[in-house]
């Protein structure tokens, strides 16, 4: 039997409700808020429009693009605590027979989406090891990662590409990622 003078659900410790608070001020520090969010999903869409648009080198050649990590959860957070920039993950998943190895994918990407002097998106685009990466004036970026599906293997298992654009010579790795 209780006592009459302890109540049964006793109120939460003064700590707990300061480290609550601290914790949340953490997360909203990464999380973006749902503006953000809608943002960075219009991009990454408009940005596979870009792609398989009427003259782009890729036009034809892509299945599907879809996002990836936090955006394809319903979130997206930030990459980097000290500069507060938002990374948006794609996949941009090309028919096999664009792979002619990782040089060629990621520079072929890169040159689809950077377009031509005076395009939309030629001035944000920047070759990456992994990825094209286009980034905006308010501290968002989309990696767009290219991807060549492995068939008759589990959903979205693809082959995914690395190759340091200043190792001109050198051929780059396949990876197997899902």
């Not at 377009?115 to 990466?133: D, F, I, K, L």
């Amino acid at each position: 039997s209780r006592t009459m003078d302890r109540p049964l659900f006793p109120s939460p410790s003064p700590v707990f409700n300061e480290a609550d608070i601290l914790m949340a001020d953490v997360l909203a520090r990464f999380q973006q808020p749902p503006g953000k969010y809608a943002i960075a999903e219009e991009r990454y869409v408009t940005l596979a429009g870009w792609i398989e648009r009427d003259g782009s080198p890729l036009k034809g050649n892509v299945s599907l693009v879809y996002p990836q990590g936090g955006v394809a959860q319903g979130s997206s957070i930030a990459s980097r605590a000290t500069n507060d920039e938002f990374d948006v993950d794609a996949m941009v998943e090309l028919l096999p027979h664009i792979d002619r190895g990782p040089a060629y994918v990621l520079d072929l990407l890169y040159h689809t989406v950077r377009g031509e002097p005076g395009s939309r998106y030629h001035s944000m685009t920047t070759r990456c090891t992994r990825c094209v990466q286009v980034g905006y004036a308010d501290n968002m970026h989309v990696d767009l990662t290219p991807a060549v599906l492995q068939p008759g293997t589990p959903l979205r298992q693809s082959t995914i590409f690395h190759h340091r654009p200043e190792d001109g010579h050198n051929p780059g790795k396949r990876f197997t990622g899902n």
